[in-house]
């Protein structure tokens, strides 16, 4: 049976593929046995993530606690080396 902290997980990252998806953005990654959500977001198609899109989904992410402690790291080419 599925309890209480699980759905409200469940229903955060739900939110946030929804957040991801509104701004016409993907995400690529997935999580490891320590059981961290590592990925990157870029934008679904041609043209790149702007830091409008980082800045709304830091907010998303900083609006609750279920996915909790993240990081939003700075924007880079995922196409280029970011040296």
Known sequence: ???EPTLRLSARANGLID???ARTLAFGGGAGCDDKLDGFITRAGRDSATEED???LAAFLD?????APHEVGALRDAWHCWD
């Open 1 to 3: 049976m599925t309890g």
């Open 63 to 67: 609006g609750g606690k279920e996915i």
């Open 54 to 56: 980082r800045a709304a």
């Open 19 to 21: 957040a991801i998806e």
